[in-house]
């Protein structure tokens, strides 16, 4: 029996109706990542740019949650859900552009079994949120030009660039893979006007980004400057851990079928028009060689490159369609079922060890003490954040009640995490200010948040949170900035019956150092 594609479409509907289902699910279940909660900042203090990122994906979030009138989980992770929904169909496109339906099936099956793509891109509300659906609008719209020379085309992928420049700056691997291609494959379309108004238009859209950065000293671009280097000691054991992560990240089957597609292309196996093949691969080599290059002298994400890995997705699933398009004895090659399979054990695993903590991740030895209890267990990142602001409201409504703290006291912090989380699970609810105490580079978009919300006052009280598992010695941070540093109580958060990490609470009293924000940011 072989597939027609009103058959193929049925088949895709189910598949974006149960991963949406399945994602909306997660999405509710499970308290945020510390990168998550922290761009719920960008939605509460939205502004033309930030520390870190663009805006778009506090915009997003702005949008789906009606401006926060919904702030919790769910809502706030709605854009993830609908996007990866779009982005599923959007491979789907891009296959069947580029060879067949039977190819976009299978794309967007593989998409949906990778780890980015289902729970970073389609569950975590991050930056790739928006980044991965307007690089595919964009690379579905310079496919088409190349293919019709119809000039609408070109000006979308110069608006969906720029789109994702204001969701991410790794999109501008869209326009060096673009640029890239025409020198040295099309170099006609240097005489068509349209691809510098298309480039243009990309430029306009990232002038918020642009005007922000020379207010604030080009303060964004620096950091980012800083994590990455051209030339510094060679360090392999970066370049291992990074390719081990994104063997995890792209789902590990997922990985070896990009590698044998590559292969078996390279040996001459037609799948695709090779004018495709050649605007994919200048789009994706690049943006996975920089990052790659950068990894060999200092320690990088795995995410970053997984956009770029994702669209490889294009090449297995081409090859698979062509080894299936006349005898289609199954719907789904045995390939794509080990991938969907495994996508389906990482997240069963991970969200019962997230929720039950099952599996013991306490792997240092001075995590036995209760200071630092709990360290080494990433899943904490997602787990206690409600328990502890129930318990948290009691100590301070008794440490009001006998006169020691003030209900306007604010609660202070030294990181833009756990400063985030904090806030949004138990300083913002209780209708308390959070302030992060540090440098830039440590608290981020809290050195403008310090100052929306009155910044540091000399005299002032202030509560300090710390975790077990992310200890911080109040005595070592804060020793010449308080009169005095007072332990009042100690929260345990349990896990199944079971404590899972505990939460020293201090009273830090009489500020007497006020950092100097402008020194801070020069």
């Not at 510094?232 to 390719?243: M, S």
């Amino acid at each position: 029996m072989v597939l027609n594609d009103n058959k193929i479409k049925k088949y895709l509907l189910w598949l974006l109706v149960i991963s949406t289902v399945i994602r909306a699910f997660l999405a509710a279940f499970f308290e945020f990542g510390n990168d998550e909660v922290y761009y719920w900042t960008y939605a509460l203090y939205p502004d033309w740019s930030h520390f870190d990122h663009p805006p778009m994906v506090g915009w997003v979030m702005q949008l789906f949650s009606l401006n926060l009138l919904f702030s919790d989980e769910f809502f706030l992770r709605l854009a993830s859900v609908v996007f990866m929904t779009i982005d599923t169909w959007l491979f789907y496109r891009i296959g069947k552009e580029i060879k067949d339906s039977l190819t976009g099936f299978y794309a967007a099956l593989l998409f949906t079994a990778s780890l980015y793509g289902f729970v970073i891109t389609g569950v975590f509300i991050l930056p790739d949120t928006p980044l991965m659906l307007f690089m595919l609008l964009s690379l579905l719209s310079f496919i088409r030009y190349f293919k019709t020379s119809k000039n609408k085309y070109m000006l979308l992928g110069g608006l969906f660039a720029g789109l994702s420049l204001l969701s991410k700056y790794s999109a501008v691997f869209i326009w060096s893979g673009v640029g890239l291609y025409i020198l040295l494959f099309d170099r006609k379309q240097l005489k068509n006007k349209y691809l510098y108004l298309s480039a243009l238009i990309s430029v306009v859209c990232l002038l918020p980004v642009l005007i922000w950065n020379i207010q604030n000293d080009f303060i964004s671009f620096t950091f980012h400057g800083d994590r990455v280097s051209f030339f510094d000691k060679l360090r392999p054991k970066y370049f291992l851990t990074e390719l081990v992560g994104e063997f995890l990240y792209n789902n590990p089957v997922n990985f070896v079928m990009i590698i044998i597609a590559l292969v078996l292309m390279a040996r001459g196996w037609r799948v695709l028009n090779g004018r495709d093949v050649r605007l994919l691969l200048t789009t994706c080599i690049p943006f996975i060689a920089v990052f790659w290059f950068f990894s060999l002298t200092r320690p990088i994400l795995p995410h970053w490159t997984a956009p770029a890995l994702s669209i490889m997705l294009l090449f297995p699933a081409a090859v698979f369609a062509e080894k299936y398009k006349n005898k289609q004895k199954r719907l789904v090659p045995v390939g794509i079922k080990l991938s969907l399979s495994l996508l389906l054990i990482i997240v069963a695993v991970g969200g019962a060890e997230i929720k039950t903590g099952f599996v013991s991740l306490r792997f240092t030895e001075r995590s036995e003490t209760v200071q630092r209890y709990g360290e080494s267990d990433f899943t904490l990142s997602m787990y206690g954040w409600k328990k502890i602001r129930t318990q948290f409201e009691s100590i301070r409504n008794q440490k009001i009640e006998q006169g020691l703290m003030k209900e306007s006291d604010a609660m202070i912090n030294l990181n833009w995490y756990p400063c985030a989380n904090l806030d949004y699970y138990v300083a913002y609810p209780l209708g308390m200010k959070m302030l992060a105490y540090g440098e830039p580079v440590m608290i981020h978009k809290y050195l403008w948040i310090n100052e929306y919300r009155g910044g540091f006052r000399k005299g002032d009280d202030y509560w300090f949170l710390t975790e077990s598992c992310d200890y911080y010695d109040v005595n070592r941070y804060f020793k010449d900035c308080f009169s005095e540093m007072i332990p009042c109580d100690t929260i345990t958060v349990e896990r199944c019956g079971k404590p899972a990490k505990y939460v020293f609470v201090y009273m830090l009293k009489d500020l007497k150092k006020v950092p100097d924000v402008n020194t801070m940011i020069k």
